[in-house]
């Protein structure tokens, strides 16, 4: 499911994948966020966390595997909102493997990154470690056991650097700037799409 980082400029298809996402968010109240779109745009960011290093190998497998259970759920379910209710009606919504559940996580690894760009858009120098840090603790940190907390810290010592990572990428920075920023604020609207999915039916989000 994962996409290859090469040389046909990963950022701008995430970006320009998100956007379509939000603006079909934003078009109108009664929009609804089709599950195959979403799988696919989800399935752009996976080479992101493997291109992190050890520190986020746990957090790659567990995404990967979830966008890939939404994008086969996408063959017979056509929106987030049916997916949902899917599993609302069958009483499996905090099941182990439920697909809401998979939504949940998958959000998690997107406002992981959103974070993560936002930090780096704003943190001067070459280190990835400051923004890495800040977007785990946020995100995914409060829902993770202390022994992978433990690995995570042990892994930001060998994060590659801001250089290499956007060379892996194939972009210059100015450029990796400008489809950040676009990709930050389209997942916080696709990101407060979701929420309110759950939160309309009292289901929550934390946990």
């Given at each position: 499911m994962a996409e290859p980082i090469n040389g046909d400029k990963t950022l701008h298809q995430i970006a320009d994948a998100f956007?379509?996402?939000a603006n079909t968010v934003s078009d109108s109240q009664s929009s609804e966020v089709?599950?195959?779109?979403?799988?696919?745009?989800?399935?752009?960011?996976?080479?992101l966390f493997g291109s992190l290093g050890i520190a986020f190998k746990f957090a790659?497998?567990?995404?990967?595997?979830?966008?890939?259970?939404?994008?086969?759920?996408?063959?017979?379910?056509?929106?987030?909102n049916s997916l949902i209710d899917r599993d609302v009606q069958a009483n499996s919504v905090r099941n182990s493997g439920s697909r809401t559940r998979n939504l949940l996580r998958v959000k998690r690894g997107l406002d992981m990154v959103r974070v993560l760009f936002q930090?780096?858009?704003?943190t001067e120098g070459n280190s990835l470690k400051d923004p890495a840090s800040k977007a785990y603790e946020q995100a995914l940190a409060p829902y993770h056991g202390w022994a992978i907390r433990k690995a995570v810290s042990a892994g930001m010592y060998v994060l590659p650097t801001k250089e290499q990572l956007?060379?892996?990428l194939n972009e210059d920075e100015a450029s990796?700037?400008?489809?950040?920023?676009?990709?930050?604020?389209?997942?916080e609207a696709l990101i407060q799409y979701i929420d309110k999915l759950f939160v309309s039916r009292n289901l929550g989000t934390d946990w």
């Amino acid at each position: 499911m994962a996409e290859p980082i090469n040389g046909d400029k990963t950022l701008h298809q995430i970006a320009d994948a998100f956007k379509n996402l939000a603006n079909t968010v934003s078009d109108s109240q009664s929009s609804e966020v089709e599950v195959a779109p979403f799988s696919r745009a989800c399935s752009l960011i996976s080479p992101l966390f493997g291109s992190l290093g050890i520190a986020f190998k746990f957090a790659e497998m567990d995404y990967v595997a979830k966008v890939n259970d939404l994008a086969e759920a996408s063959k017979s379910i056509q929106t987030l909102n049916s997916l949902i209710d899917r599993d609302v009606q069958a009483n499996s919504v905090r099941n182990s493997g439920s697909r809401t559940r998979n939504l949940l996580r998958v959000k998690r690894g997107l406002d992981m990154v959103r974070v993560l760009f936002q930090q780096m858009i704003v943190t001067e120098g070459n280190s990835l470690k400051d923004p890495a840090s800040k977007a785990y603790e946020q995100a995914l940190a409060p829902y993770h056991g202390w022994a992978i907390r433990k690995a995570v810290s042990a892994g930001m010592y060998v994060l590659p650097t801001k250089e290499q990572l956007l060379k892996k990428l194939n972009e210059d920075e100015a450029s990796a700037k400008i489809q950040m920023q676009i990709y930050a604020s389209a997942s916080e609207a696709l990101i407060q799409y979701i929420d309110k999915l759950f939160v309309s039916r009292n289901l929550g989000t934390d946990w």
